[in-house]
């Protein structure tokens, strides 16, 4: 019988916060404070990230040869009209090659985001860097949002 009781009672203990009552508001105002802890908390991660990349919006020029400079100077500066404050870092790098001209790839993070091979008869660089510039800035538009949404409950950001 006594049992039963200490049953009854552990169960009724359990479920008295969970029933309605004065009880649930200060329960409401303890989940509130703990979603604003966690907001908090992002802000704080996604400030300290910024702070983490002491120079943000460089693209690095890594061309060896006139036609990676010719893809370079508009590239970089239809990069900078469109992202007035851009805060990624991007590199554009040129391999010559003995057949083709040259290979010039636009890097992020060390991901390739746009690779594309000039030739010395083709006059269509400029193209090419607006070309690039949608695909660069689609590629940041993605980036960002899942930087933003990213779970970042268990693991850190990237580091070097």
Not at 109 to 126: M, S
């Amino acid at each position: 019988m006594s049992f039963n009781w200490v049953f009854l009672l552990s169960v009724f203990s359990i479920l008295l916060p969970i029933s309605g009552g004065a009880k649930s508001e200060g329960a409401s105002n303890d989940t509130s404070i703990k979603i604003e802890k966690e907001l908090s908390d992002e802000k704080r991660y996604a400030t300290s990230y910024k702070k983490f990349n002491e120079i943000n919006g460089v693209i690095v020029d890594q061309t060896m040869t006139r036609f990676g400079e010719d893809f370079y100077k508009p590239f970089s500066q239809l990069m900078n009209a469109r992202f007035e404050n851009l805060e990624v870092n991007l590199t554009v790098k040129e391999r010559p090659t003995a057949l083709s001209g040259s290979i010039i790839s636009v890097i992020h993070r060390n991901t390739v985001i746009f690779r594309t091979a000039i030739t010395p008869g083709r006059k269509k660089t400029e193209l090419e860097a607006q070309r690039a510039v949608s695909v660069v800035s689609r590629h940041i538009d993605k980036w960002e949002v899942n930087e933003r949404f990213m779970d970042r409950f268990d693991i850190a950001r990237d580091e070097f």
